[in-house]
């Protein structure tokens, strides 16, 4: 396929994945938030402050798996962990991982150690989900800056 | 640049801080990575100047109010920051208490603070409020939030 009609390929492929992500509720009007902040003189700030969100929540979720158990939970401890979550979660607008974190607190609140568990399988289901989602969405950004590049050698 | 008096429309933040030629300086208290990162690019959009800190007794360190900082009160830190703002859920020193520390000093009581939290607790907000917190901001922040921080700012000085 020519240059300039992989462009516009990769261009709508880019464009119909964004929208699904919104209209599934993957993503809300936050994450356009950080996609205004990016600008040239820092292109990649998206990714960055996503990949600090990947890593802040593996630490988390690690944390949440070693603090619930059946015999003694310390709850305060297990909702620190999900605010901190809840809060980055909103930050970067991972709406679905936000919305389980609110029901994961309120069984904090409860002392609820059967609904903490379902929340913690919850909130990992729907973690790996928008993180591959994201994923996705970053390497077809990256195919469609290198079609870019190629089609318009400098 | 220039010659720092008259900044037509420009409305950038130093004008509103009444800082002349020099870029304001914020410095903004946040224990979660991503929100520091967010705030930080957030007020570098409105050319501020940006120092983050991770907790309160850390904040009070770069302010100069640190527990070591006693003999050092009155030397130099009036104009080391423009702007406070800080995120209201920390552990250990919450931003309430932080925001009465930085009121109880001599130097800093004078530096706008502003409080942020994802939680909408009006008890929460009138207690920081009251307690001299110049604004109140609901979390995520935005870009329409840093501006409108920036016109409050402006309207609040008397």
Do not use: W
């Not at chain 2, 850390?58 to 406070?84: M, P, Q, T, Y």
């Not at chain 2, 530096?111 to 307690?131: A, D, H, Q």
């Amino acid at each position: 396929m020519a240059g300039s009609g992989l462009v516009l390929q990769l261009q709508k492929q880019l464009g119909d994945y964004t929208t699904s992500l919104f209209n599934e509720g993957f993503l809300d009007d936050q994450f356009n938030q950080l996609q205004q902040l990016q600008d040239e003189s820092n292109p990649d700030f998206v990714v960055e402050v996503v990949s600090l969100f990947f890593e802040d929540s593996d630490r988390l979720l690690n944390e949440l798996a070693k603090a619930l158990n059946y015999q003694n939970t310390d709850f305060r401890k297990v909702d620190a962990h999900v605010h901190q979550l809840k809060g980055s979660s909103s930050s970067i607008g991972a709406q679905r991982v936000q919305r389980v974190c609110i029901a994961f607190r309120n069984h904090c609140e409860a002392q609820n150690i059967e609904g903490c568990l379902n929340c913690l399988q919850q909130v990992k289901q729907e973690y790996t989900l928008v993180k591959n989602k994201l994923e996705t969405l970053f390497k077809l950004e990256r195919q469609l800056l290198a079609a870019r590049r190629s089609s318009f050698p400098m | 640049m220039g010659s720092g008096g008259f900044s037509s429309g420009s409305s950038s933040m130093a004008s509103l801080m009444e800082n002349g030629d020099h870029v304001p300086h914020v410095l903004a208290v946040d224990d979660n990575i991503i929100d520091r990162k967010l705030i930080e690019k957030l007020l570098q959009k409105s050319s501020c100047k940006v120092t983050t800190a991770e907790n309160g007794p850390r904040a009070l360190e770069f302010l100069g109010l640190g527990d070591h900082d006693r003999l050092n009160s009155l030397e130099g830190n009036i104009s080391k920051v423009n702007l406070i703002i800080t995120d209201y859920c920390m552990p250990g020193m919450t931003g309430y208490d932080l925001l009465k520390k930085i009121k109880e000093s001599s130097v800093m009581k004078e530096v706008p603070v502003v409080i942020m939290s994802s939680e909408n607790v009006p008890t929460r907000i009138n207690k920081c409020l009251e307690e001299g917190a110049q604004m109140f901001m609901l979390k995520p922040l935005k870009q329409s939030d840093i501006k409108r921080l920036r016109c409050h700012l402006v309207n609040s000085r008397g």
